[in-house]
Nanobody, 121 residues
Framework: QVQLVESGGGLVQAGGSLRLSCAASGSIFSINAMGWYRQAPGKQRELVATSSSDGSTYYADSVKGRFTISRDIAKNTVYLQMNSLKPEDTALYYC???????????????WGQGTQVTVSS
C-alpha cells in the first residue's frame, strides 16, 4: 500500500502565496514522477505541474512563471510553491505519484485525497 499526505492548502488573497506539500510512503521501490493536478467546481481535473525522476519538470501554461515544483528525493516528497495566486487558481489540488513496487514491476499511479486552495479577489 501507498500513502500520500498532502498539506498546505488554504484561503489566500489574490497576489498571495501558498506552498503545498505531498509526502509518499509505503510499498514504494522507486518513484518515476510526482505531480500536482487540480479540479475546480464544474471543470475537469487538469495537470498543473510534474517532476520526473530524470529531473525534468512540466508546467501548465496557466501557471508558468508563478508556480514552482520541487522534490525532496530522500523524503519522497513533492512541493508546489504557488506565487501571485489568482482567483482562477481556486480548486481542489491533488497530488499524484507514479511509482514501482519492485524493479521489474510496471509503474502505477496513486492519487492523494486533495487539498483545497481558495483565492479571494
Amino acid at each position: 500500500q501507498v500513502q500520500l499526505v498532502e498539506s498546505g492548502g488554504g484561503l489566500v488573497q489574490a497576489g498571495g502565496s501558498l506552498r503545498l506539500s505531498c509526502a509518499a510512503s509505503g510499498s514504494i521501490f522507486s518513484i518515476n514522477a510526482m505531480g500536482w493536478y487540480r479540479q475546480a467546481p464544474g471543470k475537469q481535473r487538469e495537470l498543473v505541474a510534474t517532476s520526473s525522476s530524470d529531473g525534468s519538470t512540466y508546467y501548465a501554461d496557466s501557471v508558468k512563471g508563478r508556480f514552482t515544483i520541487s522534490r525532496d528525493i530522500a523524503k519522497n516528497t513533492v512541493y508546489l510553491q504557488m506565487n501571485s495566486l489568482k482567483p482562477e487558481d481556486t480548486a481542489l489540488y491533488y497530488c499524484k505519484v507514479t511509482y514501482r513496487t519492485a524493479f521489474y514491476n510496471a509503474p502505477r499511479d496513486y492519487w492523494g485525497q486533495g487539498t483545497q486552495v481558495t483565492v479571494s479577489s
